[in-house]
């Protein structure tokens, strides 16, 4: 399966460890990078989409899996796509990989959508899911 989008960053030296290579909790910052911009990418503004609405998500699980190192200065791609499609939750599903094609990192996180009031999960809502299902990889 295919990812539909991908942002380019460049891995900076406060992002290193002692081995000068990306710490690995990292990681999920950058899936976090490449998750805000590819909700911006298919048109969700966090404020007017959600927190205006009293909703919010939060991650309920996070997974990892390593395959090479990334070092200082390198370019790399957070390539992002949709997976499975919940109640209250859905998956996005991460590929992290250096400019020069070396596949880096597996990643995953589950989104739970909440009620802001309450603090409880909620039904995701017909706009997002709608959104969220056309952006699916076939």
């Not at 007017?48 to 791609?77: C, S």
């Not at 859905?90 to 603090?119: N, P």
């Not at 039904?123 to 709608?130: K, M, S, Y």
């Amino acid at each position: 399966m295919d990812f539909p989008f991908a942002h380019r960053q460049r891995v900076r030296f406060g992002e290193t460890d002692l081995q000068g290579v990306v710490y690995y909790a990292n990681y999920l910052v950058f899936a976090e990078v490449g998750r805000v911009a590819y909700l911006r990418d298919l048109g969700i503004v966090y404020t007017r989409d959600l927190l205006d609405r009293g909703l919010d998500f939060t991650i309920g699980e996070a997974r990892v899996r390593y395959h090479a190192p990334l070092r200082f200065d390198d370019e790399y791609d957070i390539k992002v796509r949709v997976g499975e499609m919940r109640h209250s939750s859905w998956t996005f599903e991460y590929a992290i990989d250096r400019a020069d094609g070396a596949h880096c990192v597996d990643a995953s996180t589950i989104q739970v959508m909440l009620d802001r009031k309450t603090g409880r999960p909620t039904r995701i809502p017909d706009a997002l899911r709608q959104l969220l299902e056309r952006a699916k990889p076939a």
